[in-house]
């Protein structure tokens, strides 16, 4: 996982280096995207494009909904490709690389046992790939009411935290089951219960007085190898 992120953190400087204005350049890592046709484009990856939306129980996920490809690793504009139209994007530098998936995330107001889809797509980081089972790493943002200190107005504060979602092979439709905000959080138990609601064995574990959220916060996307092992 973390040297996913570092490669994750390398292609980032090298996507806002590419794209910076009045400084030196820093070349654009080269990709491929396959399109939802079965046609695929390469180029280099010099930006992409985010939006704002609700996966599941997450209010606000920052979600990537398009990739801009350019045919020179210099170039100041490219071809903006999005999720909608797209199936999975690779980037890579030297023999580092990162994959997204083009997928859609989990309907809010809806249980993640019946995988109802969001309207739309977005590109979701692979960090996880076992027996079936994909993992993906994101971050979702909580707001939380408060008062100014000086004035008394109603404020609200935004804080980001790391999150982790999950699909089985061959689904469309991305499942969060992690925040680190779960880490303090009294129900968090009961976000893992529906996440992974349609394997009764590890509702089962997840149950156990033996379970404590401290196992799955230490080592969030490793809780998907006992996913894996009692699915």
Request: aromatic letters at 12%.
């Amino acid at each position: 996982m973390k040297r996913l992120l570092l490669i994750l953190a390398v292609m980032a400087f090298a996507v806002s280096s590419a794209v910076a204005k009045g400084e030196e350049k820093e070349k654009a890592p080269k990709c491929t995207i396959t399109l939802a046709d079965g046609k695929t484009v390469s180029g280099y990856w010099i930006d992409y494009k985010t939006k704002k939306r609700s996966v599941g129980e997450f209010n606000i996920v920052p979600t990537i909904i398009a990739m801009t490809i350019a045919d020179t690793p210099d170039a100041k504009k490219g071809t903006d490709y999005s999720a909608d139209n797209a199936v999975r994007f690779v980037a890579w530098e030297g023999k580092d690389s990162v994959e997204y998936l083009s997928l859609y995330g989990q309907k809010p107001m809806t249980r993640p046992i019946n995988l109802k889809a969001s309207k739309d797509k977005s590109f979701w980081l692979v960090v996880y790939k076992k027996n079936g089972i994909i993992g993906f790493k994101g971050t979702e943002i909580q707001v939380f009411p408060g008062r100014d200190a000086l004035t008394g107005n109603l404020v609200f504060d935004h804080s980001s935290q790391s999150a982790c979602f999950y699909c089985l092979e061959g689904e469309n439709v991305v499942v969060p089951y992690w925040s680190s905000t779960d880490a303090i959080s009294i129900g968090a138990k009961n976000t893992l219960r529906y996440s992974f609601e349609r394997f009764p064995k590890v509702v089962e574990y997840v149950n156990k007085k033996e379970f404590k959220m401290k196992m799955i916060n230490d080592n969030p996307l490793g809780f998907l190898d006992k996913v894996v092992e009692l699915k």
